[in-house]
């Protein structure tokens, strides 16, 4: 039996965003499911996903996009049965590291200016959603209209503790092999950023060119052959 594949979104996202990438896992055969991401903190998101891989059985492959690449992070650092990640358009972050520090030292990402804050009555700790007549640019420069609309009425408010809260364990891609996906033309996490923390953290490493962060709706197929590759040598 080949393994699971659990797919968890990032900020800004839902787990819709998955749909192409699981008809082509399962045309392939392959058992795929999205697993909602709280988007609350990287610890409490983490036990989120790590309880869903619990209560999956068998061989487990993660696949985080983005902020979900934290979160996959996390989730599988002790998880015996998570046998490899799939990191897509994401953050590689390390014990003690956070999100939003990792890629500093790299060109600001076009994301930064089109963040517009959300105020959440009872919480102390702001929240963001993206601007929404920036969000196509920014996010999904090439799906369709129709698509990126949607993305822009659905995106889902981010926790300012998720993207700056450090990660507390040590990194599941120290423990399994691990895959990435980097979108060439990303406007939301710099291109270069994501070529060198494959590189650091020896992912086996594709480069989608022209790919925006939204590569999962736009270029659903090579993500998923990516996915494919991973399962497989797991299995």
């Known amino acids: 039996m080949s393994a699971t594949v659990l797919l968890v979104h990032g900020a800004f996202a839902d787990g819709s965003s998955w749909n192409k990438v699981i008809a082509h896992l399962r045309e392939a055969g392959i058992t795929a499911r999205a697993v909602p991401n709280p988007l609350r903190g990287l610890t409490a998101d983490g036990e989120y996903v790590a309880s869903a891989v619990a209560q999956t059985e068998g061989d487990v492959v993660l696949v985080g996009h983005s902020y979900g690449g934290p979160v996959i992070t996390y989730a599988g650092s002790t998880a015996e049965n998570v046998k490899a990640l799939v990191l897509v358009a994401a953050f590689a972050v390390d014990k003690g590291q956070s999100a939003q520090e990792v890629g500093s030292d790299y060109p600001e990402p076009e994301l930064v200016g089109a963040l517009q804050p959300w105020s959440y009555p009872g919480s102390e700790i702001p929240e963001f959603t993206l601007q929404v007549d920036k969000y196509r640019s920014v996010f999904a ?53 994501q070529r060198d923390a494959a590189q650091q953290i020896g992912a086996t490493a594709t480069v989608i060119e022209g790919g925006s962060h939204s590569i999962a709706v736009s270029r659903s197929r090579e993500v998923a052959d990516v996915i494919i590759e991973a399962v497989r040598s797991v299995s």
Do not use: F, K, M
Not at 159 to 187: K, M, N
């Open 141 to 193: 420069a090439d799906v369709t209209d129709e698509e990126a609309a949607a993305g822009a009425a659905t995106q889902r408010p981010v926790s300012a503790l998720a993207l700056g809260e450090p990660l507390s364990v040590e990194p599941a891609w120290r423990r399994v092999p691990s895959w990435w996906v980097t979108a060439g033309a990303d406007h939301a996490i710099n291109p270069d950023y």
